[in-house]
């Protein structure tokens, strides 16, 4: 099995890259956003906290988030691998999922792939998503940029947890869909 991060801030392209990366590979895509939707949608509780974090640019308090994740990879212990997108934002995150990995999976993450955009790009991505998403946090430049500033204040220091470990491989993020899915599986290629 193969357990996969895909790191990036928002707008990057994580999510249309984890769903090349899954139709190529036959891997199951754990995406937090996805999940948050889920939880949003149906109205749960994790689902209303989350959304008001959310709302005001906020990235979702840890504990909601991992507990979301770790049901996931429950559901998916006998995948042939995983991609993890849009977790872990913080090295706390970083840290408990290599906790569950190695819990409920018996494995570790093999690699973490990080998709690096300028942030004028990613504004200009977001917005241009906002005309359809529906989403509120895309459509308001200032709450975009809140979204950019703090993903870099906090996720900094979780590419240092995995540089440490050396699975961390920086991947442009910018180009055609197609050149960046290359790039992307020319890394994990390597891991074979």
Do not use: C
């Amino acid at each position: 099995m193969k357990n996969v991060v895909l790191f990036g801030p928002p707008g990057s392209g994580k999510g249309t890259q984890a769903q090349l990366l899954v139709e190529k590979y036959n891997w199951v895509q754990l995406s937090t956003g996805d999940m948050f939707r889920f939880n949003i949608k149906n109205e749960t509780e994790l689902g209303k906290l989350a959304k008001s974090h959310m709302d005001k640019g906020e990235l979702v308090p840890d504990e909601v988030t991992t507990e979301m994740l770790k049901e996931e990879v429950k559901k998916h212990k006998d995948a042939v691998g995983l991609i993890f997108d849009g977790y872990p934002r913080t090295t706390a995150q970083a840290k408990e999922l290599d906790k569950i990995v190695a819990e409920v999976l018996g494995t570790e993450i093999d690699v973490t792939l990080a998709l690096t955009v300028k942030d004028e790009v990613l504004v200009q991505r977001i917005l241009k998503r906002g005309e359809t998403s529906g989403r509120t946090d895309d459509a308001s430049e200032d709450i975009i940029r809140n979204r950019i500033k703090e993903y870099y204040k906090k996720t900094d220091v979780v590419a240092e947890h995995y540089k440490a470990q050396d699975k961390w491989v920086e991947v442009e993020g910018e180009g055609t869909i197609e050149e960046i899915t290359q790039r992307l599986i020319d890394e994990i290629e390597k891991l074979n």
